[in-house]
């Protein structure tokens, strides 16, 4: 079913990935457990931070077997299951190859999850999708906020998520990642540059 024709309809909300994938490529949408959540157009900020990030993950995992993406790409989280819930995050690092479907998406729980901020992300970002990455064992969650220049970072131990804190100029291990460890000052130096590019 389309998603106008079941806009039209505020009872229905129960999508799966059978018809998130017959949807126009913009607006983006993501899934929450069925329902369609419109995502917004990522800033000048926000741009800046995900390339800094990608060029330092990318620039470790040359020539290792855990690869990083950057949005767009869909994860289906529970695509064994109800396969309603497609979210593309900021980023992703995968290392077990047989995840990835036909190069287009992630099956399943990636290792690593980055999301940016944005005024208008905030919410599904730091509580829904909080809770749905613990549920589905993404082992490390990152919340980045471009403009606090800090990032909180989600170790999942014992079925909970563990929080460390960090600021503009610390460097933060890569749990998943052996030997990884992140400048932030690299990535928040566009932000100290061009304080307006929200």
């Keep these: 079913m389309s998603l106008a024709k079941k806009q039209n309809d505020k009872t229905l909300r129960n ?9 126009p490529d913009y607006p983006r949408y993501e899934l929450i457990k069925g329902e369609a959540v419109k995502m917004s157009a990522p800033s000048e900020a926000h741009q800046a931070v995900s390339a800094a990030l990608s060029y330092q993950f990318f620039s470790f ?3 290792k077997e855990c690869r990083v993406y950057s949005a767009p790409f869909d994860v289906r989280i529970n695509y064994d299951t109800t396969d309603n819930t497609v979210v593309q995050p900021d980023l992703v690092v995968i290392c077990d190859k047989s995840k990835i479907e036909n190069g287009k998406h992630c099956l399943g729980a990636p290792d690593l ?12 970002d730091r509580i829904k ?7 589905a064992g993404v082992r490390e969650y990152w919340i980045v906020y471009p403009d606090k220049l800090c990032v909180d970072v989600y170790i999942l131990e014992n079925n909970k998520y563990t929080a460390s804190h960090y600021g503009n100029g610390d460097i933060i291990p890569v749990y998943v990642l052996d030997g990884c460890n992140i400048d932030m000052e690299m ?7 061009n304080p307006s590019g929200e």
Excluded: C
Aim: net charge negative.
């Design 15 to 23: 999508y799966t990935y059978s018809d998130y994938i017959v949807w």
């Design 61 to 63: 995992l040359r020539g």
């Design 113 to 124: 999850v980055v999301e940016i901020i944005s005024d208008f992300s905030w919410r599904y």
């Design 129 to 135: 999708k909080f809770h749905l990455y613990l549920e």
């Design 187 to 193: 990535v928040f130096e566009d932000m100290l540059i």
